[in-house]
């Protein structure tokens, strides 16, 4: 499965391409079925599996169903899987390459749980262990974290089924982004501009509740793509702890970015906007992002683009190479060797 038009050993090939990804490739006709078959009442939660590019998908779908969801959705980026999850558990794992360690730990201790165990994937071990029609193929060829809008869309679409949620509109809300996109230098500052502005600095990604998995694909975009030091936060819990580090911020070039939302309550915008006074009295300001957006889904989607973006810009900026993670591989080489 190829997808054309993409240069694959390019990451800014693959990244301008997110709006036109979203909603490509979904789920074929019989795994949608025997999704929608599985009997609701009868099912305690959706157990989401994977690591690193393959695991943002998840979380972000747990932040876009966290008000709508019938059922709890965890997600688990380790080797094993919560004791309390048994056979009336579904577990859905994504590994990009099918062979990521504790991936297939969790997902063995899942089906051996009971667990009724599907699999987005290009193929690897993981595609063994699953039985062939709970897999959701995927093209091959991406950096696992560039296939982010597939992944994301094969997820989302399998839990709208399996929780009978209608279906986003992933296609129309690809078009919107990418309509979005070429606007955003009239309101906010472009990906570009934020990438010079944040030169010699450490981004400080802080999200709230919907925009707490934005904030965390940020950082780690950041750091594979401009293999740069970044970091992610989350209100209201950073107004517990991290607050009282502000003293460093400045020393440290540590640069606080907050991802806005239209979702927003009232009382975490007041937050917000508490926090950013008190951090600017010991500091220069806070950058805050917000985009114009007409759905949640289009704002998260929107926002995680720009932050891809954003990534691939300081990647240029401090001439590094975006696509190759050499200590990645090195890690998983000596792990996968003893
Ligand atoms: C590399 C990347 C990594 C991988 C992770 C898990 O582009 O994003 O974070 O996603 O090492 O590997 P997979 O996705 O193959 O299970």
């Known amino acids: 499965m190829a997808i054309e038009g993409i240069d694959l ?10 709006p036109k990804l979203l ?15 599985i009997e609701l009442d009868k099912i305690s939660g959706v157990c989401m599996i994977g690591m690193g590019g393959s695991a943002i998908a998840g979380r972000l779908c747990a932040s876009l169903l966290l008000e709508s969801a019938n059922k709890p959705l965890i997600s688990v980026q380790d080797y094993h899987v919560p004791s309390f999850l048994d056979s009336n558990w579904i577990v859905i794992a994504t590994s990009y390459s099918g062979n990521t360690e504790e991936t297939l730990s969790a997902v063995q201790e899942a089906i051996q749980k009971g667990c009724m165990t599907f699999g987005i994937t290009t193929g690897g071990r993981l595609s063994q262990l ?4 709970n897999i959701a193929r995927v093209p091959e060829g991406f950096q696992p974290r560039a296939a982010l809008p597939i992944l994301f869309s094969m997820q989302l679409s399998m839990l709208e089924a399996l929780l009978r949620k209608s279906s986003t509109d992933l296609t129309s809300i690809g078009k919107k982004i990418e309509l979005a996109s ?4 009239t309101h ?11 030169r010699n600095k450490i981004p400080l990604f802080i999200g709230s509740h919907f925009t707490e998995g934005i904030a965390y694909r940020a950082k780690c975009q950041v750091n594979e793509n401009a293999k740069s030091a970044a970091f992610f936060a989350v209100l209201p819990e950073a107004n517990h702890n991290e607050i009282e580090s502000i003293a460093d911020f400045k020393s440290a070039k540590i640069q606080p970015i907050f991802i806005r939302s239209l979702t927003e ?4 915008k007041l937050r917000i906007e508490a926090t950013t006074s008190i951090y600017e009295e010991e500091m220069d300001s806070c950058i805050h992002l917000q985009v114009k957006a007409d759905s949640a889904a289009e704002e998260l989607l929107q926002l995680v683009f720009y932050l891809d973006l954003l990534s691939l810009e300081m990647a240029v900026l401090r001439n590094v ?18």
């Open 130 to 133: 699953i039985d062939t029609q």
């Open 321 to 338: 190479d975006p696509v190759g993670v050499e200590r990645i591989s090195k890690l998983k080489k000596i792990l996968s060797s003893n």
């Open 9 to 18: 050993t390019s990451m800014r090939s693959m990244v301008e391409e997110f």
């Open 188 to 198: 906010m500052i472009s990906p570009a501009e934020l990438a010079q502005s944040l």
């Open 182 to 185: 070429k606007e955003w230098d």
């Open 265 to 268: 309550s009232s009382r975490v």
């Open 23 to 37: 909603g490509r490739i979904l789920p074929d006709e019989t795994l949608q079925t025997k999704l929608h078959k």
